[in-house]
């Protein structure tokens, strides 16, 4: 009996003749396809070959009643199978030098066999060509979207992979406000650790842009953002802080941006607007277009 998710994959993907089993539309890829189980979890199905059929997403999502986050669902679904990919190959890698004593705090275990390590070492570089094909197909559709043509791919520190992680969790109509985007992901006093009643999953979705734009924002002098890092750092603000506000600042810059492209309205800053601040950081002294 088959457990493993890609064996599984590979066998119903034959027996279905490469098509979807709902609309029987041909399955281009895996990352458009889900393997659906015929008896959901939630009543004890399993990922197992008997209890599975491949389905397109179009048909997932209406199956499933599913109302998609972004106005970009199949981006969202490239960016997860990136990720996924990724994680199965840090993960893989990982394993690999604990077991060979590669990491601090570990020997050399004594229970691997030459046969084990290599499949360990073959899974690696399965994963990892995986996870290098997904990266290449997401960075090729994102470079077609409008926002990428139209200002993402000019924007400060802005990649393709920064880019389909926004594209694919924000629909930047719906923020109204600065702080819309920065509560979405968890950029605010009350999403931070330790803070009670906070919402935990906030966390997973500001550590993309935590590892994207954390140091690079402040990496070269010269940079307006490092400047701004300097000031913080100037005022004794943690190194850690500091950056926090930076980021702020930069998806303050995005969602002004992103809204002018699209034709929505765009209000003063809060500080401005409610506090009588007078002081304004510009997107455009900060390289956004």
Known sequence: MLTSKTLIYDELLENQGGRCVICTEELTDRYHTHIDRIIPGEDGGAYVLENCQLICLKCEWEKEGITPDSKYPELRALYNAYRFFQNEYRSSERRLMAYDGDIKGTTKSPYVTADVREALIGHQAFTFERFKVAESELKKTTRKMGEWKGFMKDAPCMSEITAAYLLSHVDIAKAKYP?????????????????????????????????????????????????????????????KQARFRVIKLWLSHLWDTWRRFEGLPVTEPYANNHLGHDGFYDPSKFGWQ
């Open 179 to 239: 702080s819309s985007i920065w509560h979405f992901f968890g950029f605010t006093p009350k999403d931070s650790a330790g803070v009670k009643g906070r919402n935990p999953g906030k966390g997973r979705l500001r550590a993309p842009l935590w590892a994207a734009l954390g140091m690079s924002l402040i990496r070269k002098n010269g940079n307006p953002y490092r400047s701004i890092y300097d000031t913080y750092r100037a005022k004794e603000v943690k190194d």
